[in-house]
């Protein structure tokens, strides 16, 4: 855990975190700032979601969530899919 000291910049105030503790845990250039229970909670930000679709994929198939295909709602199938379509 590191302690830092909220500084004012300019109007606003800040905390200056350090290059090394930003590399430590891959952060991005963009962050999300969120409140929750009282806490501030910073979050990198992707630049493309999409980079590692796959990873999230298998990190969800093996959580035991499943594609659509198996999913509670069944698929999603209907007449024009299987007429106006080639699959």
Request: proline share 3%; glycine share 6%.
């Amino acid at each position: 855990m590191k302690i830092a000291t909220v500084k004012r910049y300019g109007n606003s105030q800040g905390v200056l975190i350090t290059k090394s503790f930003l590399e430590s845990v891959n952060f991005s250039n963009k962050v999300e700032i969120v409140a929750v229970a009282g806490k501030i909670i910073i979050t990198p930000v992707k630049e493309n979601p999409l980079d590692d679709w796959d990873k999230q994929f298998e990190a969800a198939i093996a959580a035991g969530q499943l594609p659509e295909e198996t999913a509670e709602l069944g698929h999603f199938d209907n007449e024009s899919d299987k007429t106006e379509w080639t699959w």
